[in-house]
């Protein structure tokens, strides 16, 4: 198995039980019903089948389903934030509504964001397997887009100091380091999560507060076999490449990324280079409604205790 087929399989991966799977299609199918909108898309499954997405005319509907008392949170509620709190400047889908239920002790949140035509430098992996041609204006868009969102206040924390020491030694094999300097970032920047031109990113549930070049590590680590990509991402970020590799945001996106591929040491070691984690959801779509039918201001986001 190559390292592009493991990741696969680790991260975009629908449930392997059945009545797993039936659950989260139900749901979508809920969700759409609630919202008026028809899924025909292909399903588009996100980390070990937490997540279904699927386009629905001008929208990517997409539902997330946790345990009633985990519900809520960080990832929960990170499209949303973004949605409010990130400057439009930094491409994105536009977020049309968000549902919440619990059904049978399992809580969802279904979130109707624009569909978005541009399709992902890599679909159903976040590693870069071959160089790609990406124009110099996508370049330029990228170091904006994420200048901008390193200026972005929150207490949202993606990278958290005790991830760090948990897993450090269990994935890498080195002592902990500590997180001095932080910025605000996307946290699972990877080729999956960025379109081609022009530039989107997609999947915003973990964005935050990380350590200062985390984004960059991570997606350098994801393109450690494509290496003149690998070798535009040093150049073109220069001095913040620099201090990416001079600070623990080097090594976090490697345990990150291992955590993701176990076996796949030959992408994550921060030692294979010389110098690392969903997909889609652009035109105006209806507004959702709430469950009881009538309309919904916009953004909407409705609440109900069970379908």
């Known amino acids: 198995m190559t390292v592009k087929q493991a ?3 680790a991260v975009f991966a629908a449930p392997a039980e059945r009545d797993e799977l039936d659950r989260m299609r139900r749901a979508h199918a809920a969700a759409a019903k609630q919202f008026r909108v028809s899924a025909s898309g292909p399903e588009v499954w996100g980390w070990q089948g937490r997540t279904l997405g699927r386009r629905a005319g001008d929208c990517w509907l997409r539902i997330v389903s946790a345990e009633a008392d985990k519900a809520g949170g960080r ?6 934030t973004a949605d409010t709190h990130v400057p439009r400047s930094v491409p994105r889908p536009r977020l ?15 979130e109707l ?8 430098v890599t679909s159903g992996t976040p590693v870069l397997d071959q160089d790609t041609a990406l124009p110099n204006s996508w370049w330029a868009e990228l170091k904006s887009a994420l200048g901008t969102l390193a200026t972005v206040p929150t207490d ?15 994935f890498l094999g080195i002592a902990p380091i500590r997180i001095r300097e932080t910025t605000t970032g996307h946290a699972d920047l990877h080729w999956a999560n960025l379109t081609r031109a022009p530039l989107i990113l997609l999947d915003w549930e973990n964005w935050g507060r990380l350590p200062v070049g985390y984004d960059l590590g991570l997606l350098h680590a994801y393109s450690l076999a494509a290496p003149a990509t690998a ?3 040093r150049r073109e970020f220069g001095p913040s490449w620099t201090r990416t590799q001079a600070g623990p945001g080097s090594l976090s996106p ?9 076996g796949a040491s030959t992408l994550t070691s921060p030692r294979s280079s010389p110098a690392r984690p969903s997909t889609s959801p652009t035109s ?24």
Do not use: K, M
């Open 156 to 170: 949202r924390e993606s990278v958290r100091q005790n991830w760090v020491d948990r897993n450090f030694r269990r």
């Open 231 to 233: 070798a535009r991402i």
């Open 113 to 120: 964001t624009e569909y978005v035509s541009t399709p992902p």
């Open 96 to 110: 049309r509504g968000v549902l919440d239920w619990t059904s049978r002790d399992v809580a969802y949140r279904a």
């Open 284 to 307: 105006p779509s209806p507004r959702p409604d709430q469950p009881d039918g009538r309309r919904n201001p916009c953004p909407a986001h409705a609440s109900t205790s069970s379908f």
């Open 254 to 262: 490697s345990g990150s990324s291992s955590r993701r591929a176990p």
């Open 75 to 80: 990832l929960w509620e990170g499209t949303a």
């Open 7 to 9: 990741v696969q399989q």
